[in-house]
């Protein structure tokens, strides 16, 4: 007998034939007496459906002579969180017309505690005490994902992709032997397939690769649930829901390090069109300047990702180069704009059309040559790289999105990505 926690995104719980399908997934595990939790996020579009709601009200100006009022993140939390709540609700009618016990559980009635951040909330505490017995009385628990509750008893939301992280915390506040996280892909990618026809599923992949792939715009886990499980030591399984009760359906086991992992030196290949390049044009060089800058930025809320400095030896001028998230442009150009006269610096150019491409894989800790080939692909292509950020485990530059394909193509081809392992 074991405990399983499984969670179902969007795309797995679409409609009610994917519920129903869900349904019979659920019950395939929940077979020979295993205690099954399952976390389920909003049917798929829900949530959007939801969020701009919000925004076309929150957007309405306020008469004449009144005072906007303030925040309104309580309130989106509230709305945003009933998505969940509809499917968690079908799904447990799902499982009992297949005649076994379920019922849904919402954030606030296990209670699942969070902090006060509205809209971004963290996990603070799962209680364990009342869903525990409930699933050891033989019932399949169907949790809401994505809700929690805080200590004013109002409802919050953990961040956009935050189920994964509700079915992570929930694994490990229940000791649970294992965490599937179903999905509409079979598992993790050595790119995207639908720009390299030949990207194969990785059998196994390393926490620290994961996150790097999830923060670089592999959208397949939030980040946060792969930081929560590789701190608790849980490995998490991604697989598909598409696939019918019985058939072979390995996924990508999420884990730590293992030797074989090391041996192979890239294990993906990865994009973003998320971003936006920014250079200050003959930025004063001297000591404290670039802190300058980031602070204007970190003050409008803004996150800078890569940053390289061109400078200019005979007249004691800079270029700052920098990327921001592309939602983040307006609101970085208008930050430094005010800034101009404070910070020092003669111009700002920018541009949109931009993508990050990486490569990832912990065996760069212990291999040499990366950069090169990496380097010589991209080059071997005429593709100009624009900025390089690098860490322990992965090289990411920043090209024309206009050869995105290309450089993905040419990157994974040149680390023998498309060969089997
Ligand atoms: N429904 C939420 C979202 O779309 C949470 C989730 O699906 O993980 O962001
Ligand atoms: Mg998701």
């Not at 670089?216 to 930081?227: C, H, I, N």
Request: aromatic content about 4%; charged content about 25%.
């Amino acid at each position: 007998m074991a405990r399983i926690v499984m969670k179902f995104g969007g795309t797995s719980v679409a409609n009610l034939d994917r519920i129903r399908h869900v349904a019979s997934l659920v019950a395939e595990e929940a077979k020979d007496g295993n205690e099954v939790a399952v976390v389920v996020s909003a049917m798929s579009g829900e949530t959007n459906r939801l969020v701009a709601l919000v925004d076309a009200l929150d957007a309405d100006a306020a008469p004449d002579g009144i005072k906007n009022g303030t925040e309104i993140e309580d309130e989106y939390d509230s709305i945003v969180a009933t998505g969940e709540q509809v499917t968690s609700g079908l799904l447990s009618i799902a499982l009992r017309r297949r005649g076994l016990k379920a019922r849904s559980w919402l954030g606030w009635q296990i209670p699942l505690r969070t902090d006060m951040a509205h809209s971004k909330a963290r996990i603070a505490e799962i209680e364990s005490s009342a869903i525990g017995p409930s699933m050891e009385g033989g019932n399949i628990a169907v949790v809401a994902g994505f809700q929690g509750v805080n200590d004013t008893g109002r409802i919050s939301t953990l961040g956009r992709g935050g189920s994964d992280t509700s079915a992570v915390a929930l694994a490990v506040a229940l000791k649970a032997d294992r965490c599937d996280i179903y999905t509409d892909v079979d598992g993790i990618y050595t790119t995207d397939p639908r720009i390299a026809k030949d990207a194969r599923r990785l059998g196994r992949i390393a926490f620290e690769e994961m996150l790097e792939l999830a923060s670089l715009g592999a959208k397949v886990l939030q980040t946060r649930s792969v930081e929560l499980a590789m701190n608790n030591n849980l490995p998490i399984r991604v697989l598909t829901s598409m696939a019918e009760v019985g058939e072979d359906n390995p996924g990508t086991l999420v884990c730590h390090e293992d030797e074989t992992m090391e041996e192979r030196v890239v294990s993906g290949v990865a994009y973003s069109r998320d971003e936006a390049q920014i250079t200050l044009l003959r930025l004063k060089d001297k000591p404290g300047m670039v802190a300058k800058v980031c602070r204007a930025l970190s003050e409008a809320n803004v996150i800078v990702d890569m940053i390289v400095q061109g400078i200019s030896r005979s007249d004691n001028a800079a270029n700052l180069t920098f990327t921001v998230g592309k939602r983040d442009l307006d609101k970085a150009l208008k930050a430094l704009e005010a800034g101009k006269e404070s910070i020092g610096f003669q111009g700002i150019k920018y541009d949109e059309d931009v993508t990050k491409v990486s490569v990832v894989g912990i065996g760069m800790r212990s291999h040499t040559g990366v950069a090169q080939t990496m380097f010589e692909a991209l080059a071997e292509r005429g593709i100009n790289v624009e900025v390089i950020a690098t860490s322990e485990i992965k090289i990411s530059v920043l090209i024309d999105s206009e050869y995105t394909e290309l450089a993905v193509r040419a990157l994974h081809n040149a680390f023998g990505l498309h060969k089997a392992a």
